[in-house]
């Protein structure tokens, strides 16, 4: 799969299994596509939001929001840790791994 760095403003395209080459999905869009091709639960957090307000979500054990004015993602995986910028796949592998470590 590709995957293009995030652009303010911009969606992203991706080759990712069941999205077609080509098609540009918003951030939060190739999120859940990615995580779904991968077995890994994504889902919105009624009530959290990130520092600027964005919609935090749950991606396996981690949470994540993505700041679209800065063109980032960002994860962690306690309250109690920072934000930490990452990249689509990078968060979404991340969750694979936790899930996995999870279930051993």
Not at 75 to 97: F, G, H, N, Y
């Amino acid at each position: 799969e590709q995957l293009a760095p995030l652009a303010a403003g911009r969606g992203v395209r991706t080759g990712a299994v069941g999205v077609p080459v080509g098609v540009d999905l918003s951030p939060v869009d190739a999120l859940e596509h990615l995580a779904a091709a991968r077995g890994v639960i994504f889902a919105p957090r009624p009530g959290r939001r990130g520092p600027g307000g964005e919609q935090v979500y749950t991606l396996g054990h981690l949470a994540v929001y993505v700041n679209v004015d800065k063109g980032i993602v960002l994860s962690r995986e306690r309250a109690d840790q920072p934000w930490r910028p990452t990249s689509l796949a990078a968060a979404v592998e991340a969750a694979v791994v936790g899930s996995a470590s999870d279930a051993a």
